[in-house]
């Protein structure tokens, strides 16, 4: 089994920061990459920004300069640091593995529960 547990969303006022926080555990054989989805009520669930382990990393266009993604050492575990935060970055967010688990020879996609991120304006 596979989990991916996030923590960090909350509610922020115009112009602040959150970090968001997910790590993935279990049985985990490869890590292809991890990254962050948001889904804001109505609309679909979209990409963020995802960093491939050991390449780059790609970051929603509106998102860019503002957001970070980066990865703990070694591990599989990614940190979201938002900054100037806007109102329309209100949303649930979820982290996304792409993992291949151990005895097996498939990768899945792997998702958190999601975290509440609130701006206010």
């Known amino acids: 089994q596979v989990q991916l547990v996030e923590s960090g969303g909350g509610l922020v006022q115009t112009g602040g920061s959150l970090r968001l926080s997910c790590a993935a555990s279990g049985l985990i054989s490869h890590t292809s990459s991890m990254g962050w989805y948001r889904q804001a009520p109505g609309n679909q669930r979209g990409l963020v920004a995802v960093?491939?382990?050991?390449?780059?990393?790609t970051y929603l266009p509106s998102v860019r300069g503002r957001f970070t993604l980066s990865r703990e050492n070694g591990k599989n575990t990614v940190f979201l640091q938002m900054n100037s935060l806007k109102p329309e970055d209100t949303a649930v967010y979820y982290c996304k593995g792409n993992i291949k688990p151990i005895g097996t020879d498939y990768w899945t996609d792997y998702w958190g529960q999601g975290t509440q991120v609130t701006v206010s304006s």
């Open positions: 960093m491939i382990f050991g390449g780059a990393t």
